[in-house]
C-alpha cells in the first residue's frame, strides 16, 4: 500500500515535497515513481528511482526542478518540487513496482490514491 501526503496550494515559485510511506516488507526491492495527472490531460510519468536511489526518466517538463529520492529505512520515497508553475497543478501519484526502470502506467503494480497540488499564479 501506498500513501502520498503533503499535496497543498502553493504561490508560483514555491517549493513543497511531496512524500509516499510504503507499507511491507519489501519496499526496498521496489522500483518507485511518481506521476501527475492535471485536468483534461493525460496522467504524466516524472521520475523514478530504482532501490540503490538511482533517478531515470525524468519528465523535461520538470526537469531541473523537481528531485526523487527514497529512503529504505523509512520505507518512504520522497518528491522534491521547487519553482512550482501553475501548470504543475495536477494530481500527483506514487507508484512502486518489482522490476527494472519504466515510465508506463501499466508497468506499475502499486499506487497511492493520489495527493492534489495546485499552484496559483
Known amino acids: 500500500q501506498l500513501v502520498e501526503s503533503g499535496g497543498g496550494l502553493v504561490r508560483a515559485g514555491d517549493s513543497l515535497r511531496l512524500t509516499c510511506a510504503a507499507s511491507g516488507r519489501s519496499f526496498s526491492d521496489y522500483y518507485m515513481g511518481w506521476f501527475r495527472q492535471a485536468p483534461g490531460k493525460e496522467r504524466e510519468f516524472l521520475v523514478g528511482?530504482?532501490?540503490?536511489?538511482?533517478?531515470?526518466n525524468l519528465a523535461d517538463s520538470v526537469k531541473g526542478r523537481f528531485t526523487i529520492s527514497r529512503d529504505n529505512e523509512k520505507n518512504t520515497v520522497y518528491l522534491q518540487m521547487n519553482s512550482l508553475k501553475p501548470e504543475d497543478t495536477a494530481v500527483y501519484y506514487c507508484?512502486?513496482?518489482?522490476?527494472?526502470?519504466?515510465?508506463?502506467?501499466?508497468?506499475?503494480?502499486?499506487w497511492g490514491q493520489g495527493t492534489q497540488v495546485t499552484v496559483s499564479p
Open positions: 507508484v512502486g513496482r518489482f522490476g527494472p526502470e519504466a515510465k508506463y502506467e501499466d508497468e506499475y503494480d502499486f
Open positions: 528511482v530504482d532501490p540503490k536511489g538511482s533517478t531515470a
